[in-house]
């Protein structure tokens, strides 16, 4: 963890460019608690940007989820799960200080976050605040799971997660692909979930959405995650891999 004194701070980037001047804040609990999460969180998520202050600010904000109340570690995670995805669009290279810092962060989040999902009070915490329950799902999908998924969902927040985007590697592709009218997606089969277990993430993940009460996300989880037919070739490949190709090309 490099400290918030260290001079590479200063040649870090976010939106506002003072992300250190927020975690100050937080790690020396000045202010409001959650407002100066919110701040920061936008600081670092601004229009799905990947900005090079996230992989300095996780380990710290990890450390200080550590000792927070339950509640305010859900809140933290949620608001952090944008920034956390989108180094999905900007992949960090291995070996360097900034992959290292990030993965330090993450691991620390990803303890926090498993031990969240057990907890009873979970579900009336995140029912209580539906928007809260969304962004802490996608947050988990961030940090457990593919970041790569994360990433597309948070693009797909866009159309309220009615449209998306498709491109088949033989030319064929969709800007905007609304999945209820398009016959060419194969749903996939999601199961229940059993509250604990992280082994298959469609199941979690809409196991998670159903336990804070979400009904956007939720019913294109099997399209999603389901198998696509392309309509000019036929070629058979996942939902999830027209979407990568669609982002990488157009």
Same mark, same amino acid.
């Given at each position: 963890?490099?400290?918030?004194?260290?001079?590479?701070?200063?040649?870090?980037?976010?939106?506002?460019?003072?992300?250190?001047?927020?975690?100050?804040?937080?790690?020396?609990?000045?202010?409001?608690?959650?407002?100066?999460?919110?701040?920061?969180?936008?600081?670092?998520?601004?229009? +799905?940007?990947?900005?090079?202050?996230?992989?300095?600010?996780?380990?710290?904000?990890?450390?200080?989820?550590?000792?927070?109340?339950?509640?305010?570690?859900?809140?933290?995670?949620?608001?952090?799960?944008?920034?956390?995805?989108?180094?999905?669009?900007?992949?960090?290279?291995?070996?360097?200080?900034?992959?290292?810092?990030?993965?330090?962060? +993450?691991?620390?989040?990803?303890?926090?976050?498993?031990?969240?999902?057990?907890?009873?009070?979970?579900?009336?915490?995140?029912?209580?605040?539906?928007?809260?329950?969304?962004?802490?799902?996608?947050?988990?999908?961030?940090?457990?799971?593919?970041?790569?998924?994360?990433?597309?969902?948070?693009?797909?927040?866009?159309?309220?997660?009615?449209?998306?985007?498709?491109?088949?590697?033989?030319?064929?592709?969709?800007?905007?692909?609304?999945?209820?009218?398009?016959?060419?997606?194969?749903?996939?089969?999601?199961?229940?979930?059993?509250?604990?277990?992280?082994?298959?993430?469609?199941?979690?993940?809409?196991?998670?959405?159903?336990?804070?009460?979400?009904?956007?996300?939720?019913?294109?989880?099997?399209?999603?995650?389901?198998?696509?037919?392309?309509?000019?070739?036929?070629?058979?490949?996942?939902?999830?891999?027209?979407?990568?190709?669609?982002?990488?090309?157009?």
């Amino acid at each position: 963890m490099v400290e918030i004194n260290d001079p590479v701070w200063k040649e870090l980037s976010s939106a506002g460019n003072d992300a250190d001047k927020w975690l100050r804040c937080l790690m020396e609990g000045e202010g409001d608690f959650r407002e100066n999460v919110e701040i920061l969180a936008e600081d670092l998520s601004h229009q +799905l940007s990947y900005y090079s202050a996230t992989a300095y600010v996780l380990p710290h904000l990890a450390v200080l989820c550590s000792g927070l109340t339950l509640q305010d570690k859900v809140f933290l995670i949620a608001c952090m799960g944008a920034a956390i995805a989108a180094e999905a669009g900007y992949p960090l290279s291995s070996g360097t200080e900034p992959y290292r810092e990030f993965q330090e962060g +993450l691991e620390g989040l990803r303890r926090e976050t498993e031990h969240l999902l057990t907890w009873p009070g979970l579900a009336d915490f995140l029912q209580n605040d539906p928007e809260l329950g969304q962004v802490f799902a996608l947050a988990a999908l961030s940090i457990l799971g593919n970041r790569k998924h994360a990433y597309g969902l948070w693009l797909l927040s866009a159309y309220c997660w009615e449209m998306g985007h498709a491109a088949c590697a033989c030319g064929w592709n969709q800007e905007e692909y609304v999945f209820e009218e398009e016959d060419c997606l194969e749903p996939a089969v999601i199961g229940p979930w059993d509250g604990k277990s992280l082994e298959e993430e469609a199941v979690w993940l809409q196991g998670l959405l159903a336990l804070a009460g979400d009904e956007e996300i939720t019913p294109i989880l099997p399209l999603v995650y389901g198998t696509g037919i392309c309509p000019d070739c036929g070629r058979r490949e996942s939902y999830w891999a027209w979407l990568e190709r669609f982002m990488e090309e157009y």
